[in-house]
Nanobody
């Protein structure tokens, strides 16, 4: 059974930084993609960063240059380093994983392409 567990959320002032972690276990897939999504109140879940098994990363335009996704070589963890945080980054952040040969850009476009999710971690950015 695939398990994903996020940590590292919290409250920070605008301009600050946070790093989220996601511990992943239970999969033995040959192909895979790990990603971070977020969901603000009243909004649809949106993809913000993904990394596939070729090491290719993809980012939503809203976080490019500010957020960085990375992973452990063993695929046991994926991280999201968030810098220059803005009030509009406030949301619940979710880790997602899926088995498949598709690239990070493809996966990032639609949260329904992922079959495994963590429970989420709250990030709150204040002015």
């Amino acid at each position: 059974e695939v398990q994903l567990a996020e940590s590292g959320g919290g409250s920070v002032k605008a301009g600050g930084s946070l790093t989220l972690s996601c511990a992943a276990s239970g999969y033995i897939w040959r192909r895979r993609c790990l990603a971070w999504f977020r969901q603000a109140p009243g909004k649809e879940r949106e993809g913000i960063a993904a990394i596939d098994d070729s090491g290719v990363t993809a980012y939503d335009d809203s976080v490019k240059g500010r957020f960085t996704i990375s992973r452990e070589e063993t695929w046991n963890a994926v991280y999201l380093e968030m810098n220059s945080l803005k009030v509009e980054d406030t949301a619940i952040y979710y880790c997602a994983a899926d088995e498949g040969p598709y690239g990070s850009n493809w996966y990032l476009r639609d949260y329904r392409r992922f079959n495994h999710w963590g429970q989420g971690t709250q990030v709150t950015v204040s002015p």
